[in-house]
């Protein structure tokens, strides 16, 4: 399984949370699921307080994960706890929730509405209660904000579908659920989604782009506009490490909007399938998951199965 395409906690949790690793104790190899290390581009291993400590005064830290990795989302948790510890001005963005669901998450965290409320009215993802809720609870107990930055799926879905000009049909109340402008021109990353999304239909895989590009410019935008109201706060954005990796995605998105905003990148990768040398991000090294699809029968079987349930209830008119 390749990394781009793998791109594409419990209350134990919160508990460790609360107890962040000293300064002077050294990374332990992964050799669990749970297990992560925090390192530099170059190698240099850091603790999880050396890491917030270093990382504490940027303007937006971007998390990359890879969905239900428990590793991933135990030290994300952590970090945000950390980071708290040491800036209470930290806000916790999310791709998880889309911009309608913001009020039901700031009634939830000014404790005026029950977690009911919060997983059954926000369009919350099926992993919510094992791996974002100790992210949110984390918030919630430290009172920061939590930003819904992402686009809706029912728009994502109509934009691989219908192309950009479906942006125009849309009433005013829903246009501002999507970014104000998609940067859909040439660069590395169409070039990175194109060499693995590209199976032979350009007009499709266009399509395809304006969907992806879709999450990241609204990602994107939300960070930078929470930002321009609150200046002196740090960002720490949870997405897909697709979105994230090299600065390709969201980064690259955040720095046209705002070119002075002091962005870190952390990506995921195991020690069987490193990030290239060159990439500047810092590393989180954690086991792989197990491999979803043993041949590429099963794996276009399950594909086609998810894109079947997907399209039965799409309405884009």
Same mark, same amino acid.
């Given at each position: 399984?390749?990394?781009?395409?793998?791109?594409?906690?419990?209350?134990?949790? =919160?508990?460790?949370?609360?107890?962040?690793?000293?300064?002077?104790?050294?990374?332990v190899?992964?050799?669990?699921?749970?297990?992560?290390?925090?390192?530099?581009?170059g190698?240099?291993?850091?603790?999880?307080?050396?890491?917030a400590?270093?990382?504490?005064?940027?303007?937006?830290?971007?998390?990359?994960?890879?969905?239900?990795?428990?590793g991933?989302?135990?030290?994300?948790?952590?970090?945000?706890?950390?980071?708290?510890?040491?800036?209470?001005?930290?806000?916790?963005?999310?791709?998880?929730?889309?911009?309608?669901?913001?009020?039901?998450?700031?009634?939830?965290?000014?404790?005026?509405?029950?977690?009911?409320?919060?997983?059954?009215?926000?369009?919350?993802w099926?992993?919510?209660?094992?791996d974002?809720?100790?992210?949110?609870?984390?918030?919630?107990?430290?009172?920061l904000?939590?930003?819904?930055?992402?686009?809706? *799926?029912?728009?994502?879905?109509? =934009? @691989?579908? /219908?192309?950009?000009?479906?942006?125009?049909?849309?009433?005013?109340?829903?246009?501002?659920? %999507?970014?104000?402008? =998609?940067?859909?021109?040439?660069s590395?990353?169409?070039?990175?989604?194109?060499?693995?999304?590209?199976?032979?239909?350009?007009? /499709?895989?266009?399509?395809?782009?304006?969907?992806?590009?879709?999450?990241?410019?609204?990602?994107?935008?939300?960070?930078?506009?929470?930002?321009?109201?609150?200046?002196?706060?740090?960002?720490?954005? %949870?997405?897909?490490?697709?979105h994230?990796?090299?600065?390709?995605?969201?980064?690259?998105?955040?720095?046209?909007?705002n070119?002075?905003?002091?962005?870190?990148?952390? @990506?995921?990768?195991?020690?069987?399938?490193?990030?290239?040398?060159?990439?500047?991000?810092?590393?989180?090294?954690?086991?792989? =998951?197990?491999? *979803?699809?043993?041949?590429?029968?099963?794996?276009?079987?399950?594909?086609? /199965?998810?894109?079947?349930?997907?399209? /039965? @209830?799409?309405?884009c008119?």
């Amino acid at each position: 399984m390749t990394r781009a395409f793998f791109s594409a906690c419990l209350t134990t949790l =919160l508990v460790a949370c609360s107890h962040p690793l000293d300064l002077q104790e050294t990374p332990v190899p992964a050799t669990t699921l749970y297990d992560y290390r925090i390192e530099s581009s170059g190698g240099t291993p850091y603790s999880l307080n050396e890491f917030a400590n270093t990382v504490s005064d940027a303007d937006v830290i971007l998390v990359g994960e890879w969905h239900t990795h428990p590793g991933i989302h135990l030290f994300q948790a952590q970090l945000l706890a950390t980071l708290a510890e040491r800036r209470p001005a930290t806000a916790l963005s999310m791709e998880q929730f889309s911009r309608p669901a913001q009020p039901v998450i700031d009634a939830y965290l000014n404790g005026d509405r029950g977690e009911h409320a919060l997983t059954s009215y926000t369009g919350k993802w099926p992993n919510y209660a094992s791996d974002y809720r100790p992210l949110v609870e984390v918030a919630k107990q430290q009172a920061l904000p939590v930003i819904a930055a992402n686009t809706t *799926q029912d728009i994502v879905r109509c =934009l @691989s579908s /219908k192309g950009e000009g479906y942006l125009d049909t849309l009433p005013a109340d829903k246009r501002q659920h %999507v970014a104000r402008q =998609l940067s859909s021109e040439a660069s590395p990353y169409k070039e990175k989604f194109f060499s693995v999304m590209f199976h032979g239909d350009e007009e /499709k895989t266009k399509n395809q782009y304006l969907a992806q590009i879709a999450w990241d410019d609204t990602m994107a935008e939300s960070i930078v506009d929470f930002l321009a109201t609150h200046p002196d706060f740090t960002v720490m954005h %949870v997405a897909g490490a697709f979105h994230v990796e090299e600065g390709l995605g969201i980064a690259s998105r955040i720095h046209q909007r705002n070119p002075d905003l002091k962005i870190v990148i952390i @990506s995921p990768q195991t020690e069987d399938d490193p990030l290239p040398n060159e990439v500047d991000d810092y590393r989180l090294i954690v086991k792989p =998951l197990p491999e *979803q699809w043993l041949s590429d029968e099963e794996m276009n079987a399950a594909i086609g /199965k998810m894109r079947h349930s997907s399209r /039965k @209830s799409l309405n884009c008119e």
